[in-house]
C-alpha cells in the first residue's frame, strides 16, 4: 500500500503476463476493474485479493471471499505471478529461444498462416502477450517438472514399461499430426513437439532416486524388495459372513484393522454379538495381535499383509467405496450469459428496457481495448454495455412465441412497465402474508431424533456428501424437529443430490409412522424417483407406490384405496396425487419436484397444505418469485 502507480498500467500488465478481464473475479486468472477498485485472482493463491486506488495511490489492499465477493481480511501487499507458464516466458526470452525461432521454416505455409505466424513471431521477439501463445509453447521453454523438483525428490512409477509405451505412442501420434500439418501449410517445418520422448525423460530419471513398483518379478533387475501383500475375500453387504470371519482371524492372533465409512454401525453389529472391538481415536496407539480396531473413513481396498494383518474397507465389507463427488469450478456469470445469448435474441437492461442484442464489439476505453454489448432499441438506437456490466443484462423471458415490442431510449415507457410490475408485486405479497402468517400459528408435527436405521441409510449412500448437502439435509432435519410446518426451497443444479437429500426426509417422516407424497410434473419422473426410492429403501419395511397414468383404472383404485387406509408409506405421483379422490390417512411430508411445472389450480391446492403438513420443494430453476420468497426469508432455502 502506498505504491504510486496508473491503474491503467497495472491492468495492461497483468493482460501481458495471461490474465483475462470479467465481469467478476472467481477465479484463478481474472481480473476486474470497477472505477478506482481492481480485483485479481493471482494463480496459485487461495484467494482473489481487492486493490483499492486513491487516485493513483493504491490506498488499501483486501483478501475477500470469491464466493459472497465479501471482504475477510487486510493485507500489505501482494505478489501476482503469471496467469500461464507460456506468459511467464516471455520474460527469459533468451539466446536459446531466439535459435529456435531463427530455425522454424516458414516457405511451406501458404500465404495467410504465413503472415499470422510472422506477426505472431514478432510479438514473442518484442516480449508481447497474445491470446494463443500457448501455441508457442514448445518454443519458449525445453523443461519439463522434473527440472524444477527439489533435491533428493523419490520418483515413483507403477510399471514403467506401460509409461514407456504410452510416452512411445503419444510421440507417434504427435510426428504423424505434425508431419500432416506442415505438409497441409498448416504448421511451420521445425516446429518442436509438445511432448518429451522416453530418452529425453530418461536422462532425468536417472540421477534421481526412483522406487519401481510391479505386479510380477522383472528380469534382471537388481534391488528388489518383494511384498506380501494379498487381496482378502469380498463378502458383498454380508454382515453375518464378515462377522464370522474376522473373530477367526481375532482368535487366531491375527490383527484385523477395518476402515469403514459405517465404523459405528459395524461396531454395534459385533457388540450384539459380544464380540471386543474398539473404535479408533487419536490415542489408540498400535494394532495388536487379536485386536480388531474399527476406523470411521475411506480406502479403496482391503489386503492382508503375510497372513499377519488384514485390512477391511467398504469394498470388501459393502461391495463398493463411496466415492468423492467431483466439484467443477463454474466460469464467472457474464461468461455463460454471453455464451448463452446469441445476436438477434431479445434481452432486457434493468434501466432501459426490451432490446435486441446485437451482437459483441471492441471498442477503446480509457486507453484499454474492451469489449462491449451492442443492444438495438427502437427507432435504430444502439447501447453499448461494457461486459464488466453484464449482470445488468438479461436474457428476456416471455409467456408466448410472439416476439416483444423493443423500448425506445429516452421515454418513460420501460418505468411505467416496472411501476405496474411493481405494484402486481405488492397484491402478491399481501396474500402470501397471509399464507405464511398462518403457518406461524398452526402447531405441526414434531420429528424424532435420527435412529439407527436413519444412520444406517445414510451411511450406506455410495458417495461422499457434499458440504452443501449435508447442510441442506441437517436444516431439513431442524425444521422436521419444530411444531412449525416446514417450507423449503432446496435449490441444486440437475445431478447435485437433491433426490439423495428428500428420500432421507421421506425416511425421517416414514419412521414416525407419517406418510409421504412426492409429486412431480411428468409420469417419465414418477418412474425414475419409483425405481430410485425403491433401490435405496429396499432394506427397510417401507411400501413404495407410483400413481401416474402407465396404472390401469384398477390398479389405481387399489392403491388409492390402501393409501386412505394407510398401506402405503410413499406415494409417487404426477397431478394425479391432487385429484380429490385421493386421500391420506395420515399425511405428514410433501416432496415437490419442479413445483414451477405445476398448473394454476395445482399451485392453490398446495397452498392451502402448507398450512398443514411439511413440504419440501425441490428445483434447478425455481420462478422469480419463488426463489425472491426464499432469498428474503418467507420460504426457507437449502443450497
Known sequence: T????????????????????????????????????????????????????????????????????????????????????????LFTYDKEIKNRLDALQLTNLDEEHRADTFADINKLVSGEYFPHISYYGPLLYSESILNYLPANTILIFDDIDSIQWTISNIGAEDYKTRQTYVENGLLPGGMPSSYFNWQEIESQVNIMPSLFIYSWEPEAIGGIIRSGFNPVEKYGGSYDRFKTEIVKLAKEGKRVLVVSHQADRIRDILNEGEIISSLADDNSGHLLPGQILLVKGIVDGGWNLNGEIFLYSDSEILGFTRQNRQVI?????????????????????????????????????????????????????????????????????????????????????WQNSREKATEAAKEIAAELLSLYSQREIIKGFSYSEDSVWQRELEDSFPYVETPDQLTALEQIKTDMSRTRPMDRLLLGDVGYGKTEVAIRAAFKAVQDNRQVAVLVPTTLLAQQHYITFSQRLAAYPVTIESLSRFKTSGEQTNIISRLKEGGIDIIIGTHRLLQKDVKFKNLGLIIIDEEQRFGVQHKEYLKKKRTEVDVLAMSATPIPRTLYMSMTGVRDIST
Request: net charge negative; glycine share 12%; charged share 25%.
Open 329 to 413: 469450478k463454474k466460469p464467472g456469470k457474464h461468461t455463460i450469459s454471453i455464451d448463452r445469448i446469441k445476436p438477434g435474441d431479445f434481452v432486457v437492461h434493468v434501466d432501459h428496457g426490451i432490446a435486441r442484442f446485437g451482437g459483441i464489439t471492441n471498442m477503446q476505453s480509457e486507453g484499454i481495448m474492451r469489449e462491449f454489448l451492442v443492444l438495438e432499441y427502437d427507432g435504430q438506437d444502439h447501447l453499448y454495455v461494457p461486459v464488466d456490466q453484464i449482470d445488468r443484462v438479461s436474457r428476456y423471458i416471455g409467456s408466448g412465441d410472439t416476439p416483444p415490442p423493443l423500448n425506445r431510449l429516452g421515454t418513460g415507457h
Open 2 to 89: 502506498g505504491q504510486q502507480i496508473d491503474p491503467i498500467i497495472i491492468i495492461q500488465h497483468l493482460q501481458k503476463i495471461g490474465y483475462n478481464i470479467e465481469s467478476m473475479v472467481n477465479v484463478p486468472g481474472t481480473i476486474s476493474r470497477r472505477g478506482g477498485i481492481i480485483d485479481v485472482f493471482p494463480v496459485g493463491k487461495d484467494k482473489p485479493v481487492r486493490i483499492d486506488f486513491f487516485g493513483d495511490e493504491v490506498d488499501e489492499i483486501r483478501e475477500f471471499d470469491p464466493l459472497s465477493q465479501r471482504s475477510t481480511r487486510t493485507i500489505d501487499d501482494v505478489s501476482i505471478g503469471p496467469g500461464s507458464e507460456t506468459s511467464a516466458a
